[in-house]
Structures are given as C-alpha cells and as structure tokens.
T-cell receptor, first 117, second 112 residues
Framework: GAVVSQHPSRVICKSGTSVKIECRSL??????MFWYRQFPKQSLMLMAT?????????EQGVEKDKFLINHASLTLSTLTVTSAHPEDSSFYIC?????????????FGPGTRLTVL | QKEVEQNSGPLSVPEGAIASLNCTYS??????FFWYRQYSGKSPELIMS????GDKEDGRFTAQLNKASQYVSLLIRDSQPSDSATYLC????????????FGRGTSLIVHP
C-alpha cells in the first residue's frame, strides 16, 4: 500500500501556542486528504477533508479558524492548531486517498500525539 | 444519514480459532468497503478492501460482502494474540467523494 508520513509524531506545547502538523503522501499523489482526531478509547472523528488547491471542508462542530488546514500540493497537507488549549490534547491522524497511481483506498499516517499543558 | 454499525465488543476468542467481525451499513449506494486494524495508541492500518459481492481472501483474512443484505464481514483464521486490536469497518459510496464513513470499531481479544 501507499505510504503516508506525519510529522511530528509527538508534540508537547504550552497553552496558547500554535502547533503545525505535516502530512505527506510519499509515493503517490493524494487528491484528497483527511484529518481525524481520536480521543482515548474513542472512535475516529473526521475533522475536515481537503483537496489540493482548494479550501478544506470542515465537519460540523469543528472550528475552521482554530484548525487551519492547507493542502498546497498533491503530496502535502498541514494542520495548524491555533492557540491550543488542554482540551485540544488528542491523537491527530491524517489520511490520504485518491485514484492517481491506481490507489482507491485511504491510507493513514502514523498520527501525531498532541499534549497541551 | 449514512451509518456504519459495528458491535463494540470486546470479542474474545482463543488462539487458533476463527474470529468473525461484522459490519452493517445503511447506504445502499455504497460501493467500496474496507477493514482497518488499529492497535492501541497507533493509527489505523488498511488490511482488506472489497468491492463486489462474495468473498475475498488474503492470507488469514477473508472479507465477505453481501450488498443485498448490506453487510460486510471479516474473518480471521488461526487467530493469534498479535491480532488483538480494534477492527474498523469503513464504507464509501460511489462518486467523486472519497469520504468514507467509519464504524466505531470492534475490539478483538485473542487469548492464548
């Protein structure tokens, strides 16, 4: 399957700071990237969907001004958590999908564990 | 509203047994079906995809799809303790959108 990388894998920051998470599809061009959040022992929650070169589509209840998503190229999407607070502490996972290169599935990155103090 | 239902479990099976995981979905227009495995603290990993009715086998895993009954299942033969994880079912409708709908997952415990 396709390889999706995510950086950083773990970040600890102070309340009020902003954190940027990068998601890269390494061996295929991802027409669509997804950002999920998962709290301990809970299911995946889709935050937003982004297509290259266009604005992200956010799920209901997700603040677009707080979670900034940029999908600048077919291989890179970033999620910036602005003015992070302790309640934003979670496991953030990106995934990439697309038909380019023949992939019809969705592949997940390894995730970023964010802890806000 | 598109729904994907899974029994949260845990499903407990002895080592060497067959584990059977089930998933039902509400959208009859669904075309693509996926099973992911998620270990605790890790991100989901794609293990099977199936697109047409019937069985699809890959090693110890068999995915079964029945569109008329709107269910998809995953069988794990010769279960191993390393198979202990949460298994997520994902369903995607046809068309340009790649937004899949995920079930909440079934926790599988394989005990020695």
């Amino acid at each position: 399957g396709a390889v999706v990388s995510q950086h950083p894998s773990r970040v600890i920051c102070k309340s009020g700071t902003s954190v940027k998470i990068e998601c890269r599809s390494l061996d295929f061009q991802a027409t669509t990237m997804f950002w999920y959040r998962q709290f301990p022992k809970q299911s995946l929650m889709l935050m937003a969907t982004s297509n290259e070169g266009s604005k992200a589509t956010y799920e209901q209840g997700v603040e677009k001004d707080k979670f900034l998503i940029n999908h600048a190229s077919l291989t890179l999407s970033t999620l910036t958590v602005t003015s992070a607070h302790p309640e934003d502490s979670s496991f953030y996972i990106c995934s990439a999908g697309g038909t380019s290169g023949g992939y019809n599935e969705q592949f997940f990155g390894p995730g970023t564990r964010l802890t806000v103090l | 509203q598109k729904e994907v239902e899974q029994n949260s479990g845990p499903l407990s099976v002895p080592e060497g047994a067959i584990a059977s995981l089930n998933c039902t979905y509400s959208d009859r227009g669904s075309q693509s079906f996926f099973w992911y495995r998620q270990y605790s603290g890790k991100s989901p990993e794609l293990i099977m995809s199936i697109y047409s009715n019937g069985d699809k086998e890959d090693g110890r895993f068999t995915a079964q799809l029945n569109k008329a009954s709107q269910y998809v299942s995953l069988l794990i033969r010769d279960s191993q303790p390393s198979d202990s994880a949460t298994y997520l079912c994902a369903v995607r409708t046809s068309g340009g959108s790649y937004i899949p709908t995920f079930g909440r997952g079934t926790s599988l415990i394989v005990h020695p």
